[in-house]
């Protein structure tokens, strides 16, 4: 779940990940549903991304769908441990019965597992920041950014989830040369 988060997933899509929409021969995810926080009293919602740019399939990298493969075969040997109590196991995140995460729980295990490796509290959505800007400053074209975090929008993504780091800043002032005169 984590890697996912770390590769931009928002969190209703990391929740509403089903493992029928992951693709291990290609490598690939596609995000088709998304499960939301429904209010107090409400509970969880299952939906279709917030928008087209939204239900999109995104090629990952090795080390994802390696973990993906980790959990998939961790929930298999739990599905074998507890038989006919095991529950559908459809979702990527899932407890140990097979039931799905919820969103919020999502949060709060990204808290603990912050707390208990004694780090600064970074926001789960916080990741999904990190990821845009990585790619930013690895050179990925803004559009590309943007068709990966969903948005319909290249500007959007550049204003709010591309953000300058420091050593960006100095290499941009390391790029002015001398003009020499004419």
């Not at 969190?11 to 690939?28: H, M, P, Q, Y």
């Not at 279709?48 to 961790?74: E, I, N």
């Not at 459809?90 to 912050?114: H, K």
Request: net charge positive; hydrophobic share 40%; proline share 4%.
């Amino acid at each position: 779940m984590w890697t996912l988060a770390l590769y931009g997933l928002r969190r209703g899509e990391i929740a509403g990940l089903r493992w029928e929409n992951v693709d291990f021969k290609s490598g690939t995810v596609t995000i088709a549903e998304t499960r939301v926080e429904g209010g107090k009293g409400v509970g969880v919602i299952v939906e279709t991304p917030k928008s087209k740019t939204s239900r999109r399939v995104l090629p990952l990298p090795d080390d994802a769908v390696a973990a993906l493969k980790s959990a998939r075969k961790h929930q298999r040997a739990e599905k074998l441990l507890l038989g006919s109590d095991y529950g559908p196991g459809d979702y990527v995140a899932c407890d140990e019965a097979g039931e799905p995460r919820s969103p919020s729980w999502l949060t709060d295990a990204w808290d603990r597992l912050q707390r208990d490796l004694k780090i600064d509290r970074v926001r789960l959505h916080d990741a999904r920041h990190s990821c845009a800007t990585l790619m930013h400053m690895r050179g990925v074209p803004i559009a590309v950014i943007a068709a990966w975090l969903g948005h319909s929008s290249a500007a959007f993504t550049m204003a709010t989830y591309a953000h300058s780091q420091d050593e960006a800043l100095k290499a941009a002032g390391q790029s002015f040369r001398p003009v020499e005169a004419i």
